[in-house]
């Protein structure tokens, strides 16, 4: 990528209008994202003091849990880009009939994650590797929460007409709701009402049922104001799930890396999983921070390609791969400057403190990384680019899992098994950078 002052004429302007862009829709997505993350580290901060095995259960189950969830965040991301495309060509109508696709896609989802999760919750604890003391927790939590997964999947797929509509502002507005009814019904569930970590898991049901409404009420109006059908179409909703599967397999690949990762801290033991969790939660929210240039860039791009303006494209690129390298080290800096802080806030348990430390700075150094991996993870998915992400994370799920499943054997306790989780993002740093400089994710038009 060419130093500005290589530029030809009118592109430095150009780049300025991309910083505005970037700037509009990523500040709010930063807030709506971090907002998420932020669910799992209440519950974390709240559970962590009724005591180790509580919060040693939660990390198994909220792990179990964001899988569960995660694995569909295609219902965000490629609803995102195909709406946005369809709004760089002018329709409007079109843009969100296919957002509505997505959101009854997202529903007939929810109720079967549910079908499974329920009945097989003791079995998925167990192969998890939680011991005997944290296993009963984190089957509670389990099954519990996971009756919020339907309400949390119309959110993601909601989230993604949203964007797609360049619009970021109403996703902040409500997940900042969320959260805040999230803290307030867990702490009274848990120590007002007395109902330990089973009123942890009710209070987050509870307001990711009242996120889905608020985003159901929004997307009628538009739907309405636009003259889009609300009834669900086979053969829409059947296209917007093969449009999925790529980002699918993209996500289950990293996923798979996630809870490698958890299973391999919950053979450390208790104290491990423990510490685990709250990297992993911190960790999370540093990712959902930096994605929030990448949202931008889905939205930005797809727009771009669906007007055939593909300079735009480029010159989009290039600034957010520059914002991700600063927000990356900018990050990274304030892990270190804020940890007695709030490491406190999460255990007073000093055997987690001093397991925990160590690790919290391997991903200090690794989130400039981190914010290139993720910047332009979400150019190409907003270029549609679902089947090179897919390959390219099979890729480094190979690269990874044998490396941290040595972690016990080798030793270097939680700290070694971060590095393993630097290398991981390492690999993927390079996979993107590859497809981002060779060209061939620009694809224009309405649809890919």
């Known amino acids: 990528m ?32 971090v907002a998420e993350p932020l669910f799992v580290m209440v519950d974390s901060a709240i559970v962590g003091h009724l005591g180790t095995p509580q919060l040693a259960g939660l990390g198994v189950a909220a792990a179990l849990l964001m899988t569960a969830v995660s694995v569909f965040v295609f219902l965000a991301y490629a609803t995102t880009a195909a709406v946005a495309r369809r709004v760089g060509a002018g329709d409007l109508q079109s843009a969100i009939r296919q957002g509505m696709d997505g959101i009854w896609l997202a529903l007939l989802l929810g109720v079967a994650v549910i079908a499974v999760t329920l009945p097989t919750a003791p079995w998925l604890v167990e192969a998890f590797g939680a011991s005997e003391t944290a296993a009963p927790h984190a089957i509670t939590y389990l099954r519990i929460s996971s009756l919020g997964i339907p309400a949390m999947l119309i959110v993601l797929a909601a989230t993604g007409v949203l964007r797609g509509l360049q619009d970021t502002r109403t996703p902040l507005y409500v997940a900042v709701g969320g959260f805040a009814a999230n803290a307030v019904l867990n702490a009274g569930l848990v120590y007002g009402a007395g109902f330990g970590i089973a009123g942890s898991a009710w209070g987050t049901v509870i307001a990711q049922c009242g996120m889905a409404v608020a985003y159901l009420v929004v997307v009628i109006r ?36 996630l809870m490698i990762a958890t299973a391999v801290a919950a053979r450390m033991g208790d104290e491990d999983i423990a510490a685990h969790q709250i990297v992993l939660s911190l960790w999370s929210l540093m990712a959902f921070a930096l994605d929030a240039i ?45 940890r007695p802080l709030f490491i406190p806030l999460f255990t007073g348990d000093q055997a987690v403190r001093d397991t925990l430390l160590p690790a919290l700075l391997v991903v200090a150094v690794s989130q400039p990384i981190a914010g290139v991996v993720f910047v332009l993870d979400g150019v190409l998915m907003g270029a549609g680019d679902g089947p090179y992400l897919a390959a390219a994370m099979l890729l480094t799920l190979a690269v990874f899992a044998p490396v941290a499943l040595l972690v016990p054997s080798l030793g270097g306790g939680l700290t070694a098994l971060w590095w393993a989780m630097t290398l991981m993002m390492t690999v993927r740093l390079l996979t ?8 061939r994710w620009i694809v224009t038009g309405a649809t890919r």
């Open 432 to 439: 993107l950078w590859w497809r981002a400089r060779s060209g």
């Open 294 to 338: 990448a949202i931008a860039g889905q939205a930005i791009i797809g727009r771009y390609l669906g007007a055939g303006d593909t300079e735009g494209a480029k010159l989009a690129c290039r600034r957010m791969v520059q914002w991700g390298v600063v927000s990356g080290v900018v990050l990274g800096i304030l892990i270190v400057a804020a």
């Open 222 to 257: 538009g739907a309405r104001k636009h003259g889009s059908s609300l009834r669900p179409d086979a053969a829409g909703i059947r296209a917007s799930a093969q449009a999925g599967v790529p980002l699918l397999v993209r996500t289950l690949s990293l996923r798979a890396v």
């Open 2 to 33: 060419a130093p500005m002052t290589q530029l030809p004429a009118g592109a430095k302007e150009r780049l300025r209008r991309h910083d505005r862009e970037i700037v509009t829709l990523a500040v709010p997505a930063f807030g709506a994202l």
